[in-house]
């Protein structure tokens, strides 16, 4: 049987769609410039401000008031007791965390290394080691969602695979940076999945942020993210937040059409963020997700979700050390106000409490 | 699906094979290597131990050393072990007895209940159950509304008193499900419920009630391939807090390891019913214990392959095709209607993804082009009944006409021309007996054993550029994606 001849597509990029033309006119009816594309926006330098573009200065940087999520983290030691005696009991511990083999291995060796420099030997010297390594891997300095660049409207693009709790995240930031004083369109370009749209709505409706809908069933999601963009500066917005639908990362298709969103959406505005969104109770596929959505999609930081559960993200660890993207957000709930910003100190010390 | 577990046991037994007896430290060296994989694989720890604990048993034990290839006597344990665990013999849905049957579908948030209740509700319907869905699921924004969608596409009646979104309650619901269904005379009652933690006692015990509200036949856990180490605590709190009857593992398309299989299969004991491969409606099959361990030690799900064959192909067809082909007058024509049988059983990618040795393909079957098979299409409908069955008419101006006519190239048509004929001639050896094994595995579906040689010899020359006239030779160069002629087999040596 002759099925399997087909030769199989050597170049995958040739599959993407023509991109979608923008009639000229529309493009006008702005009132303000076009922003300026960078190559490369995720490391976006200090633009000058061009005054015309900012509708209130003083609303350009959006200041985020603390959070804790100490709720969302269980201690590692709860079935299994910390041993001083046997730290090689530490890595089941941490591989039961999904820390994975290798950082458990390593965080092993490290805690011992530390151990014998300083001599600590009780639970309490060990686990406060065991802390100071696992925040010290952690800490960085972007940490901080990126909406200080000035360029208006922040972009923050969210991304993940199926059921990881996108659409929730960004019901809970859209309130959060409503309530901070943002001015927040959404765009609803997951067009796939059965009544996303409605449950997007629910969240832009609970979070006082103006939505941008599909116009028509299953429309081109970059579509739907570019007129998210044209309304968010038409209305002078300060954050667009663009909802995609799931995708798992070795659909090459589907991978593909995130790229095309970026693309779409980058001939209008920068891109400031592209929140993965990681399950907590999710494996070691984890690094493959993180892997593979930061090469098509650029990701600049991990919204940690489901840490109100059993799991406890360790998972995180790798992606941070091993791809140095940094975990910006926490849910720990289906609460719209369930939401937090990621403190490094804060995770190690409730992983070993 | 576990496609890297896979190929983390070929890797290992790699080195085994080529040793003619095994030591105590070639097993260790073994062991260790499948523990790292299976961890690496998301099973859990404590499985693990249990595991690897099993296998160095048997090996280390008299069975090993009395075997002529201890290779194969490995990878069957591990084989046998992982069935094992994994459930043994594939269960079959439960059925009332009278009155509706009731399936209750419980979960974590975003395992993916209310896609799945819409597949099996599809499923049971194709099966000549009357189902009906019911919204229990009152918590999620839209919940309800995702699964009238659902249903609809499904083409299945949707019971939902209720709007959700925080509001109602769904043990009245679910309640009132199973009265509306007495009435309505509906066969199968699925209640989609709310995703909740296994630590939240508040919506632990409202499941419970649901679920002596409605006394299900079944309650399936649902959850996703992707889950990592806490499985096992997932897996527990729904078995101590609501009570399992069997799971259904989610997300199976994706690129897990699927780990969470071994470790919910063997906390809990109870069998995996459901896999669940993807977004379409159709993307839904049993679950096979044997065939999945078989998977993951690379042996590929060809019998998962064969059943779905069997779904959409005649038998009858099948063998005037296999006539055909020894006869050797298989003709274009005879392809193009192939063609469309194939179509019918689904994505040509899925298909491919079942063969085995397909692990290590996994990469091209990515970029595989499902539009190729629609132009291919094109082309052999563009050309006359003389020539479909006569290619060998198609001259330079034949092709011209033929390219314009299907919108494609002359390059294009030529290949096709080209890859038809060495198929044919490869069909043809095939059909002769040169496969025995994969003739044996397929009975009554020979062709469709010609069709993977199709496609290794294929890739064979598109990739590497083989010079070996011999189309079974070029095949047997492929070996790394064609384990039919000792690909999987014989690389361990089976």
Known sequence: MGFLFWKKKDKPEEIVAPEIEVP?????????????????PVVETIVEPEIEVLPEPEKVEVVLPKRTFAKGIKSLFTRVKFDPENLDELEDVLIQADFGVDAAEQIVAEVKARAKKTGAETETELKAILAELITENLTRDDRELNLSSGQLPYVVLVVGVNGVGKTTTIGKLAKYLSEAGSKVVIAAADTFRAAAVEQIATWADRSGATLVRPKTEGQDPASVAFEGTEVAIATQADVLIID?????????????ELDKIRRVVEKNCVIAEVL?????????????????????????????TKLDGTAKGGIVYSIQRDLGIPVKLVGVGEGIADFAFFEASEFARGLVS | MFGNLSDRLV???????????????????????????????????????????????RALGDEVNKALNPAQQVVQIVNEELVNILGGQQRKLAFAKTGPTVIMLAGLQGSGKTTLAGKLAKWLK??????????????????????????????????????????????????EAIKFAEKKQFSVVIVDTAGRLGIDEELMSQARDIRKAVDPDEVLFVIDSMIGQDAVNVAKAFEDGVGITGVVLTKLDGDARGGA????????????????????LDAFEPFYPDRMASRILDMGDILTLIEQAQKQFDDVEAAKMAEKIAKNEFTLEDFLEQMQQLKKMGSMKDLLAKLPGAGQMKNQLENFDEKEIDRTEAIIRSMTPVER????????????????????????VNSLVNRFEQAAKMMKTVAKGGMPQMGGQ?????????????????????KKGSKSGNPAKRAAENLGITPTQGGSGSSFGL
């Open chain 1, 24 to 40: 000229a006119e529309k493009k006008k009816l702005f009132s303000k410039p076009k922003p300026k594309v960078e190559p490369q």
């Open chain 1, 244 to 256: 995609t639908a799931g995708r798992l990362q070795n659909k090459v298709d589907l991978m593909n």
């Open chain 1, 276 to 304: 993965l969104v990681i399950d907590a109770t999710t494996g070691q596929n984890g690094m493959v997700q993180a892997k593979a959505f930061a090469e098509v999609a650029k990701v600049t930081g991990v919204a940690l």
């Open chain 2, 11 to 57: 890797e290992t037994f790699k080195n085994l094979r080529s040793k003619g007896k095994l030591s105590a430290a070639d097993i260790d060296a073994t062991l260790r290597e499948i523990r790292r994989a299976l961890l690496e694989a998301d099973v859990a720890l404590e499985v693990v131990k249990t595991f690897v604990g099993a296998i160095r048993e």
């Open chain 2, 126 to 175: 194709d099966q000549g159950q009357t189902p009906v869905l019911v919204a229990a699921d009152l918590q999620r924004p839209n919940a309800v509304n995702q699964l009238q969608v659902v249903g609809e596409r499904a083409g299945v009646e949707v019971f939902a008193p209720e709007l959700g979104n925080g509001k109602g309650d769904p043990v009245k619901v679910s309640k």
């Open chain 2, 261 to 280: 299989a071994l470790s919910v299969s063997s906390v809990t004991g109870k069998p995996i019913i459901f896999a669940s491969t993807g977004e379409g």
């Open chain 2, 389 to 412: 069955r006569q290619p060998k008419v198609l001259n330079g101006s034949r092709r011209l006409r033929i390219a314009k006519g299907s919108g494609t190239t002359v390059t294009e």
């Open chain 2, 442 to 462: 397929m009975p009554g579906m020979p062709n469709i054993g010609g069709g993977f040689v199709g496609k290794a010899k294929k890739n064979d020359k598109k």
